[in-house]
C-alpha cells in the first residue's frame, strides 16, 4: 500500500456489516492509513459495526439520528472534541419503506416519499454542512448512488428519485463548498449483494443481467468502491468535485443487452 490517506482522519456514516459498501470504503482507506470514526444508529448495528471498527484500530463509535438535531450535534461535538478537526466524511446512508419499492411508482405515499428524501438525500446536506465546520483547511466529502436516479429500475421506485435528488445536491454543494477547498463527489456502483441492495425486489435477478451485460462482463466489488473512494478523498483527488463516478462495469453506457442477451 502506498499510504494515500496517511495523516487524514474521517466519518464514515452507514457501515451495516462486513459486505456494506461503506465498510468496503472502510477497510479501503484504513489500509492506506486513514484514521477512521463509525456512526451507527441503535444498539443492534453498534454490536455489528464495534468489531468491525476494532478490525482497522478504531474505537471510535458514535451513536447518531441524521433525523435528529440533537444527535446530530451530539456526533459533530464528539468529533470536535476527540479530533478537532476531520479531512473526509463518508456518507452511506438510505432508506425506504422496502413495502412501497414494488408496484407502481405512482403509487407512492406522502409519506414515504418525505421520510426516503429526507433520510437518503437532505441527510447528506445536514452533515456536509456540519463536516465543513471540521474541515478548515479543506476536505472530501463523499455519497453513494445507483444507476436508478437517471434510468427507470425496476423495483427501486421512489429510491431513484431520492438518489436523483442526492445527485443534484452533491453538485449544489460542490459548488458552495468549493472556495473553502472541499470536495464533494458521489460514487454510483452497480448493484452489489449488500444488506440494503437485498431489500430491493428482483436483486438476484438484477445482479445476473448486469454481470452478463457490463461490458467488462462484471459486477461492482467492495474493493473497487473502496479504492474508488481512497482516489477522490486523497490527493490525487484534489482537482475532482462535482462528479457522480460510476464503478459498475460499465453498464451504464449501454443502450441495450449484449447481442447474444437479446
Same mark, same amino acid.
Given at each position: 500500500?502506498?499510504?494515500?490517506?496517511?495523516?487524514?482522519?474521517?466519518?464514515?456514516?452507514?457501515?451495516?456489516?462486513?459486505?456494506?459498501?461503506?465498510?468496503?470504503?472502510?477497510?479501503?482507506?484504513?489500509?492506506?492509513?486513514?484514521?477512521?470514526?463509525?456512526?451507527?444508529?441503535?444498539?443492534?448495528?453498534?454490536?455489528?459495526?464495534?468489531?468491525?471498527?476494532?478490525?482497522?484500530?478504531?474505537? *471510535?463509535?458514535?451513536?447518531?439520528?441524521?433525523?435528529?438535531?440533537?444527535?446530530?450535534?451530539?456526533?459533530?461535538?464528539?468529533?470536535?472534541?476527540?479530533?478537532? @478537526?476531520?479531512? *473526509?466524511?463518508?456518507?452511506?446512508?438510505? *432508506?425506504?419503506?422496502?413495502?412501497?419499492? @414494488?408496484?407502481?411508482?405512482?403509487?407512492?405515499?406522502?409519506?414515504?416519499?418525505?421520510?426516503?428524501?429526507?433520510?437518503?438525500?437532505?441527510?447528506?446536506?445536514?452533515?456536509?454542512?456540519?463536516?465543513?465546520?471540521?474541515?478548515?483547511?479543506?476536505?472530501?466529502?463523499?455519497?453513494? @448512488?445507483?444507476?436508478?436516479?437517471?434510468?427507470?429500475?425496476?423495483?427501486?421506485?421512489?429510491?431513484?428519485?431520492?438518489?436523483?435528488?442526492?445527485?443534484?445536491?452533491?453538485?449544489?454543494?460542490?459548488?458552495?463548498?468549493?472556495?473553502?477547498?472541499?470536495?464533494?463527489?458521489?460514487?454510483?456502483?452497480?448493484?452489489?449483494?449488500?444488506?440494503?441492495?437485498?431489500?430491493?425486489?428482483?436483486?438476484?435477478?438484477?445482479?445476473?443481467?448486469?454481470?452478463?451485460?457490463?461490458?467488462?462482463?462484471?459486477?461492482?466489488?467492495?474493493?473497487?468502491?473502496?479504492?474508488? +473512494?481512497?482516489?477522490?478523498?486523497?490527493?490525487?483527488? +484534489?482537482? @475532482?468535485?462535482?462528479?457522480?463516478?460510476?464503478?459498475?462495469?460499465?453498464?451504464?453506457?449501454?443502450?441495450?443487452?449484449?447481442?447474444?442477451?437479446?
Amino acid at each position: 500500500m502506498a499510504d494515500l490517506m496517511k495523516g487524514k482522519r474521517g466519518l464514515v456514516m452507514g457501515v451495516a456489516n462486513e459486505r456494506s459498501i461503506a465498510w468496503g470504503i472502510a477497510s479501503a482507506m484504513a489500509a492506506e492509513g486513514a484514521d477512521l470514526a463509525f456512526s451507527y444508529q441503535g444498539e443492534a448495528f453498534g454490536k455489528r459495526v464495534e468489531p468491525l471498527a476494532a478490525s482497522v484500530g478504531s474505537d *471510535f463509535l458514535v451513536d447518531v439520528d441524521v433525523m435528529n438535531e440533537a444527535s446530530m450535534d451530539a456526533c459533530f461535538a464528539t468529533l470536535r472534541d476527540r479530533w478537532g @478537526t476531520i479531512d *473526509f466524511l463518508v456518507h452511506a446512508i438510505a *432508506f425506504s419503506d422496502k413495502t412501497e419499492l @414494488t408496484g407502481r411508482f405512482i403509487n407512492t405515499s406522502l409519506a414515504n416519499f418525505s421520510n426516503s428524501l429526507a433520510i437518503s438525500c437532505y441527510s447528506f446536506i445536514d452533515v456536509s454542512r456540519r463536516a465543513a465546520e471540521l474541515m478548515p483547511t479543506g476536505g472530501t466529502l463523499l455519497t453513494l @448512488t445507483f444507476q436508478g436516479s437517471n434510468r427507470v429500475t425496476p423495483n427501486y421506485n421512489v429510491m431513484g428519485v431520492a438518489k436523483a435528488a442526492l445527485e443534484s445536491a452533491t453538485r449544489y454543494l460542490a459548488n458552495d463548498l468549493g472556495p473553502q477547498g472541499i470536495r464533494v463527489n458521489a460514487i454510483s456502483p452497480g448493484p452489489m449483494k449488500t444488506l440494503a441492495g437485498a431489500a430491493i425486489g428482483g436483486a438476484r435477478a438484477t445482479f445476473r443481467h448486469t454481470e452478463a451485460n457490463a461490458p467488462l462482463r462484471c459486477n461492482a466489488t467492495l474493493e473497487a468502491v473502496g479504492g474508488t +473512494a481512497v482516489w477522490l478523498a486523497s490527493d490525487y483527488g +484534489a482537482m @475532482t468535485t462535482g462528479e457522480v463516478v460510476r464503478v459498475d462495469g460499465g453498464y451504464h453506457v449501454l443502450g441495450m443487452p449484449q447481442a447474444e442477451n437479446l
